[in-house]
Nanobody, 123 residues
Framework: QVQLVESGGGLVQPGGSLRLSCAASGNSFSNYAIGWFRQAPGKEREFVAAISWIDLRYYADSVKGRSAISRDNAKSTVYLQMDNLKPEDTAVYYC?????????????????WGQGTQVTVSS
């Protein structure tokens, strides 16, 4: 059974940076994709970024150019580096697995959601 645990959230000023981590337990981490989503209060959960099993990367337009997703298969961890953070980036950030391996923008392709990590961008 794959379990995902997010970490790295916190309070940051506008223009600042954070690196979120998604650590996986279980086998075959290198065979599946990981996606990051976020949910702000009163809003639907939305796609942020994803990385496939062969390192194809996908980004939402809202974070493109400000974010970088990467994976370290030896550590069973995916990272989301977020720079030039804006107040509208404030949300709970979740990671989840796409066991098809390819990654997707679509939330219904993902399973085994983590518990989330709070990111707050405020001065």
């Amino acid at each position: 059974q794959v379990q995902l645990v997010e970490s790295g959230g916190g309070l940051v000023q506008p223009g600042g940076s954070l690196r979120l981590s998604c650590a996986a337990s279980g086998n075959s981490f290198s065979n599946y994709a990981i996606g990051w989503f976020r949910q702000a209060p009163g809003k639907e959960r939305e796609f942020v970024a994803a990385i496939s099993w062969i390192d194809l990367r996908y980004y939402a337009d809202s974070v493109k150019g400000r974010s970088a997703i990467s994976r370290d298969n030896a550590k069973s961890t995916v990272y989301l580096q977020m720079d030039n953070l804006k107040p509208e980036d404030t949300a709970v950030y979740y990671c989840a697995a796409d066991f098809r391996g390819v990654g997707s923008f679509y939330i219904d392709r993902y399973e085994n959601w983590g518990q989330g990590t709070q990111v707050t961008v405020s001065s």
